[in-house]
């Protein structure tokens, strides 16, 4: 059988090794330069709180990563959320955002037309999705220019790019529409209307949209590398050089293999690439990323002023605030605070300064929170992948032009959610 090195310890190295010796490949190694496995997925517990310092969560829609957890025994351990309530923060304001919507699409006329979100112009204007024609074939369109032509500047500043920050962190006149909400192309060349379509598939019903674990997320990691025993697991290891085909070269001498994962970041993958193919190594780095940081606040209930009945709140960025949402993490998901308690997480894009500080300032001015009696904050640099306009033609000649034995997965290449990474890590496993 072959023998396979993975580079980068994250949840797509670490299925992609699952997947792997599950197919009887082998002997697998993993190496990762950090002194634990899992990448930006880290559940820690403090006084009975659950803090998730990475991803919280994963979409039900995509069903890879519930599917994954399944067959790991984690079945039982999944939880939707509590509360499909959002807010929106407009104007120093927090407003529900209005029922039935999905994403920026209103589903439900009633509750949209009654929203103080959006003004009556704004309203009117996203109306015009139902009369407006086809957009003119492209080969690729940003997020921020499909919302604006269907729906209009103000669905996009205070619904559409909010939100798609959360999930994404760059600009929507930025990201690939095809790449991140491919969804939204397909219904206008078939159906045209966002609205006619959307409403024809009515948003909620008895399936939560999230899922977690009831132990966070750091479940689905502890549960992998339980399965990964004869798996050589080697962290704080830094890989030097790759050769082909293909060598890896470590501080503590080489190891040669039959295929070569690299499940790191874009740009790592890159330097390491660049001795062996320049041109790949250009077409990988083009490939951008943002940083970003979470802080993790808990309080008493009493502490708190105002009621926390939703899963939290997104930011336009109008609002000029430090941090871009908000997850209240003990109303998103159950078991995440002892009773009596409720714990909030803030986010910050490109962070700088004393984080925790303004995070406390912003849940004071917003939530008229008073001192929290705990604080844990994660910072993640360079760790956001940015699906450009272009992206999948940019991944196409990534595929073209990679060598035989060599594999790029990971969140910078084919999807950035938990969902994403177990399918790419497994299909790559799979041809393997």
Known sequence: MPSVVIVGGGIAGLTAAYELKKRGVGPITILESRPRLGGTIVTVRESGFVVEGGP????????????LCRELGLGDRLIGTSSRKVYVLSRGQLHALPEGMFL????????????????????MRMGLDLILPRG???????????????????????????????IFLADADELSLKSTFPRFLKIEQEQRSLIKAM??????????????????????????????????????????????????????????????????????SAELLRPVDA?????????????????SLGYRRSDV????????????KGEGRRIIACTWSSMKFDGRAPEGHVLVRCFFKEPSGDIVSAAMMEMRDLLGAKEPLFTKSFDWPA????????????????????????????????????PDCVRDARAIAGSI
């Open 279 to 295: 041109a790949l190594a250009d077409l990988v780095a083009g490939i951008k990323y943002l940083s970003s940081a979470t802080v």
């Open 199 to 268: 409403r024809k598939v009515p948003v909620g019903g008895s399936t939560s949209p999230f899922q977690a674990l009831k132990g966070g997320m750091g479940e689905l990691v502890d549960a992998l590398v339980a399965k990964l025993d004869g798996v050589g697991l080697r962290t704080n290891t830094d890989v030097r050089a790759i050769t082909p085909s293909w060598k890896v070269t470590t501080a503590d001498g080489s190891i040669e293999a039959d295929h070569l994962i690299l499940s790191c970041p874009a740009p790592r």
């Open 383 to 418: 760790a956001n992948p940015v699906y450009r306009v272009g992206h999948e033609a940019k991944i196409k000649a990534i595929d073209a032009r990679t060598p035989k034995g060599l594999h790029l997965i990971g969140s910078g290449f084919r999807g950035v959610g938990i």
């Open 56 to 67: 919280d969560s994963f979409i039900t829609q995509k069903p890879a990563a519930a599917e």
């Open 305 to 316: 002023a105002r009621e926390l009945d939703a899963t939290g709140f997104v930011i336009p």
């Open 104 to 123: 920026t699409v209103p589903t439900k006329i009633g509750p949209f037309l009654k929203t103080g979100l959006i003004s009556f112009l704004g309203k």
């Open 136 to 166: 003119k074939p492209q080969e690729d369109e940003s997020l921020g220019s499909f919302v604006r032509r269907r729906l209009g500047r103000e669905a996009l500043e205070k619904i559409a790019e909010p939100l798609m920050g959360g």
